[in-house]
C-alpha cells in the first residue's frame, strides 16, 4: 500500500535535469524516499544527458527497489522522462535485477544498499549486466575502495563476483549479502596521511591475450614508481578464466592506501584501437590527479558518501578535493529531501574542501 496514496503528484517531486542531471539524482532521491517511506516523483530524468530518459540500468534499478519495497511505479519504460514510485516498507529476502544490457550492477548496488541497510533482516541483491563499464566505477572500486570506506559507519556488506560482464554484451553476475543496522556512525575522515602502498590488477578476458593485461601493468607500474619512488606499488596482472567471465574485455584499477586507512583508486577500460599503454596511463592519472591534493577520498568516493553521511546518527567530517558537480548534486538532494545540515569548507587549492554534515540519525525500526 503506498505511503501518500495513489495520486502521482503527491510526495516529493524532483527535477531530475538539475545540476549533474544524469542518474545520480534519480538514485539519490528514490533511495531517501523509500527511506522515508513517502511518494517520489522525478520528472525531467536524466535532462542533462546527450540521450535523457531512463535507461536500461535505471530502469531495472526502480524495479528492483519496486520489490524491495512491495511498491507501485509508474513510468518505467526505457527512455520514460517521468517516473512515479510509492514505496511501502522495505522488506528483506533475494531479489533478482537484470538489466539485460552491459547497465552497471555497480550503479545498482549504490541504489539498493542504502535501502537494504534499514531492512528486517539479511539480504540478498543478484545483479546482471555489466561489472566494468564506462561512466560507472568497476566492481573492484567498490570491493576495494567503497566497501572498506563505508564500513567505519557501519555498513557491512559481502560481494561476490559470479563472473565477469563487459560492455557491449554485458552478461556479468553479482552478488550481493547486505546486513541490517540499526544506525548509521558518523564518518571522520580529515587525516590522509603518509602513502603505506599502491596497488592494482590489470585484467583481461574473453580471446584477449595475457599481454594485454602485463602491458598495461607494466606502464602503470612504470610510471608510479618514477613518481612515487619509496612507496611499494603491486600491480598484477591476469586473465579472468572463461567460466568467470561474459565477452571480451580490458581495464586496470590502481589503488593507494595510506597509513591512516584512507584508499583512493583510478580506473580505465579496455576500447577498441586504444593502446594498452594509453589505458594504464588514463587509470593512473585519475589517481595521481587525486592524490595531488592532500584528501582522503578520491572525486569518485565523495559524493557516493554523501547519502550515508546524511542518514548517519551525529557529525561527519570528510576531507576530499573540489567538489564535483555529483557531490554537489548529492548535496542538493539531501538537504532538500532529508533536511539533513551540510556545510562545505574550502580550505585551500591544494587541500581541497571539507564537508561537514549533521546526519538526521535514521533508526531502523525493524531492529
Not at 579496455?270 to 589505458?279: M, R, T, Y
Not at 551525529?314 to 576530499?320: E, F, N, R, V
Not at 548534486?329 to 561537514?356: F, L, N, P, R
Amino acid at each position: 500500500m503506498a505511503s501518500n496514496g495513489s495520486n502521482p503528484d503527491e510526495g516529493i517531486v524532483i527535477d531530475g535535469s538539475i545540476m549533474e542531471g544524469g542518474g545520480q539524482i534519480l538514485r539519490n532521491a528514490v533511495s531517501f524516499a523509500c527511506l522515508l517511506n513517502t511518494s517520489v516523483s522525478i520528472h525531467n530524468i536524466r535532462g542533462g544527458r546527450s540521450n535523457p530518459g531512463l535507461r536500461p540500468q535505471h530502469m531495472t534499478g526502480l524495479q528492483l527497489i519496486r520489490e524491495i519495497t512491495s511498491g507501485k511505479l509508474f513510468g518505467d519504460n526505457i527512455g520514460s522522462m517521468s517516473v512515479t514510485l510509492h514505496p511501502s516498507s522495505v522488506g528483506c529476502g533475494t531479489f533478482v535485477a537484470d538489466t539485460k544490457t552491459a547497465g552497471s550492477v555497480c550503479l545498482l548496488i549504490q541504489l539498493a544498499l542504502p535501502c537494504l541497510l534499514f531492512s528486517p533482516g539479511v539480504s540478498t541483491l543478484i545483479l546482471k549486466g555489466g561489472t566494468h563499464a564506462e561512466m560507472a566505477p568497476p566492481l573492484d572500486y567498490i570491493t576495494e575502495i567503497f566497501q572498506p570506506i563505508v564500513k567505519k559507519l557501519g555498513v557491512e556488506f559481502d560481494c561476490n563476483l559470479v563472473r565477469s560482464g563487459y560492455y557491449p554484451k554485458g552478461g556479468g553476475e553479482v552478488r550481493v549479502a547486505v546486513n541490517p543496522i540499526k544506525q548509521l556512525r558518523p564518518l571522520e575522515l580529515l587525516e590522509r596521511g603518509p602513502l603505506a602502498r599502491i596497488t592494482g590488477r590489470a585484467f583481461v578476458a574473453g580471446v584477449l591475450p595475457l599481454k594485454i593485461a602485463q602491458t598495461m601493468a607494466r606502464e602503470a607500474d612504470r610510471i608510479l614508481k618514477k613518481k612515487y619512488p619509496n612507496i611499494d606499488i603491486n600491480i598484477e596482472s591476469v586473465k579472468e578464466p572463461a567460466n568467470k567471465a561474459h565477452g571480451n574485455g580490458s581495464g586496470i584499477v590502481v589503488i593507494a592506501e595510506s597509513e591512516t586507512g584512507c584508499r583512493l583508486g583510478g580506473s580505465a577500460i579496455g576500447k577498441k584501437g586504444v593502446p594498452a599503454e594509453e589505458v594504464a596511463r588514463n587509470a593512473v592519472d585519475k589517481l595521481t590527479n587525486n592524490l595531488q591534493h592532500d584528501v582522503c577520498v578520491d572525486e569518485f568516493l565523495q559524493d557516493q558518501l554523501i547519502i550515508f553521511m546524511a542518514l548517519a546518527k551525529g557529525h561527519s567530517s570528510l576531507k576530499c578535493g573540489p567538489l564535483t558537480m555529483h557531490t554537489e548534486t548529492a548535496i542538493h538532494i539531501a538537504e532538500k529531501i532529508m533536511k539533513a545540515k551540510i556545510k562545505v569548507q574550502q580550505v585551500s587549492d591544494k587541500e581541497g574542501c571539507i564537508i561537514e554534515c549533521d546526519g538526521i540519525g535514521l533508526q531502523n525500526q525493524n531492529l
